[in-house]
């Protein structure tokens, strides 16, 4: 069973930080790259940064020096550290998983990120 489980969301002021978090049931945790992605009003939902099994990372360009993605795999946890937020960070924003060898994507519930002052 895969089930992903988000908290850490909330409201900042611009230059603030926060840090998701995205708790993983259902044993599959070091089997999958897990990412996270963002979604505003009107917008595309998009990927803000992805840690693979290896663990490599990748980010958005807009989010580069800013985000870090972690992962700890012993509390089957990933986090998202954010940074400098700025009100244009204000989003929905998504932890994913996707099984190694898969192509199956599994979705968090979601959690707003608000950036305003």
């Known amino acids: 069973q895969v089930q992903l489980s988000q908290s850490g969301g909330g409201l900042v002021q611009p230059g603030g930080s926060l840090r998701l978090s995205c708790a993983a049931s259902g044993g599959f945790f070091s089997f999958a790259v897990m990412s996270w992605y963002r979604q505003a009003p009107g917008n595309q939902r998009e990927l803000v940064a992805e840690?693979?099994?290896?663990?490599?990372?990748t980010y958005a360009d807009s989010v580069k020096g800013r985000f870090t993605i972690s992962k700890d795999n012993d509390k089957n946890t990933l986090y998202l550290q954010m940074n400098s937020l700025k009100p244009e960070d204000t989003a929905v924003y998504y932890c994913?998983?996707?099984?190694?060898?898969?192509?199956?994507?599994?979705w968090g519930q979601g959690t707003q990120v608000t950036v305003s002052s």
């Open positions: 840690i693979t099994h290896l663990p490599a990372t």
């Open positions: 994913a998983a996707r099984l190694i060898l898969g192509t199956d994507v599994y």
